[in-house]
Structures are given as C-alpha cells and as structure tokens.
C-alpha cells in the first residue's frame, strides 16, 4: 500500500467517522428532547392521579346503584390508574355527577334480579325468559334490559339457587325455588304441611 493510498484510506475513515459522531450528537438530542416531553407528561400524570385521589377522598362512599344495602362497599386500593379514569373523576368532580352519569340525589333502582324474582312469586307455572321481560317491561316502564340481560340474570339467580330451570323440549322456563318462595311467603312448613 503506497503512502498516498494510505492517506486517502485514514482521511476516509476520518471524514466517516466525524459524520457518524454528529449523527450520534443529533441522535442524543432527540432522545434528550423526548426524555424531557416524557418527564413533562409524567408530572401531567401524577397530576391527575392526585386531582382523582383527592376527589375520591371527598366524596361520598355509598354503596353502587347495583348494591343491596347489605353488599360490602369495595374501595379501590391505591396503585396505578389510568388516564381515562383521571379524566373520568375530574369531569365527575366538575359537574357533580357520578361517573355514570347519575347524582347522588336520584333514587337508587331495585336490582334487575329482584323485579324478576318479584314476577316469578305472582306465577305458580314456570314462565319463559321473554314472558318476564315483557312483564317487567309493563310494570317497570322505566326499566329496558335486553333480552340477553334478562337471561343471564335468571342464569345467575339459578346458580343462586334462588331460582330453579326447567326444559320443556326446546324452551326454557323459570320458577322460584323452593327455599326461596317459602323464604318469601313467610309460610315455611305451613305451607309444605298443606301441600301433603
């Protein structure tokens, strides 16, 4: 290798490697510049989290809508949120409703399985899913749950126990269970006396 081929390799690797250290430069910055976008929106964050914390603290814990008055009240321990949840609290906290929409003052529902619960004790044959609903429907205009809704419901009162199954070829049907109508009429052995 000649002295001059030489100095045009070691002059080549020079020129490359001031051009990869000003690539490396302007690299770092942009990551500095978004270390710092990064920590901004942290503190943004946190913000948050302490405005919904201390919203939190203040308000009322009542029971949910969807509460029996003897369900315990289950408060979130304290760990990371989310940022819908932030805004959720914040624009809760400035119109003084509740997350879903409801203010403290409305009135609380009665539990969907209640009602079906209620329609079941008036029939003594089992009913159908959609026979319930269309009685709820007349009774409780201001109640609308799907189909499905009331289905799943009943489902969840049989595994309850508080409400038996039946299958009449390819319908299912509802009644009370038998605990359960006893438990309601007040009637206990009188009632399974009369029944002998």
């Known amino acids: 290798m000649t002295s001059q081929s030489a100095a045009t390799l070691r002059s080549r690797y020079v020129v490359q490697a001031a051009s990869d250290l000003e690539e490396n430069r302007r690299r770092q910055q942009e990551l500095a510049e978004k ?9 943004l964050l946190v913000d948050i989290l302490a405005l919904a914390e201390r919203y939190e603290a203040s308000s009322d814990r009542s029971p949910l809508p969807e509460q029996t008055q003897d369900d315990p009240v289950l408060t979130r321990k304290p760990g990371p949120r989310s940022v819908s949840s932030g ?32 329609l079941l004790e008036g029939h003594h044959e089992p009913r ?5 609903r269309d009685e709820l429907l007349r009774k409780h205009p201001d109640r609308n749950p799907t189909p499905q809704v009331v ?46």
Request: hydrophobic share 35%.
């Open 87 to 118: 805004r959720a609290a914040r624009r809760a906290a400035q119109t003084g409703r509740g997350p879903a929409g409801g203010t403290a003052k409305e009135s609380r529902q009665p539990l969907l399985g209640d009602l079906l619960m209620g």
């Open 128 to 132: 159908l899913a959609k026979e319930l």
């Open 35 to 43: 270390i710092r976008m990064l920590e901004q929106e942290e503190a």
């Open 151 to 196: 289905r799943n419901t009943l489902e969840a009162l049989v595994a309850k126990g508080r409400v038996r199954r039946h299958k009449q070829q390819r319908s299912v049907m509802y009644t009370l269970a038998e605990s359960t109508a006893r438990a309601n009429t007040g009637s206990g052995a009188d009632a399974s006396d009369d029944a002998r």
